[in-house]
């Protein structure tokens, strides 16, 4: 018959891991609220997407679940963006945020269209398209 061995915790030791267990329940519980409000705030921003053109509307409800699905792929897709805005003009045509836009002319050739519908669909392939 085997004997069992006493062992002796620290009560330090039973505190800090106190300690750590209810820190970890907090942190969890805070990353499924951000999830939760990444779920909501995702059908919006897909909306959005769409309005300004950078979407069709059959791509609403795929952009809307990959936005909502993880906060890497939601930055991931707003790197893209900006990648894709970037390519169609350059940089110091774009207003700063909070600077009214003006007027903007749409008059350009053909060359410029061309390179405009390749990087759209450079940017739609990007985003699983």
Partial sequence: MATEAMVTVPASLLQRMVG??????????????????AKQAAPEAAALLVQKGLLTGDQQEKAAAALGT???????ILRRTVTHIGTEKSAAALPSMGVPAGSHSTAGNAGEASSQDDAGSKFLQALGF
């Avoid at 750590?20 to 409000?37: I, N, T, Y």
């Avoid at 993880?70 to 991931?76: F, I, M, N, Q, T």
């Fill in 70 to 76: 993880s906060h890497a792929k939601a930055v991931e």
């Fill in 20 to 37: 750590f267990v209810e820190k970890s329940g907090k942190l969890v519980e805070q990353v499924a609220k951000d999830q939760e409000l």
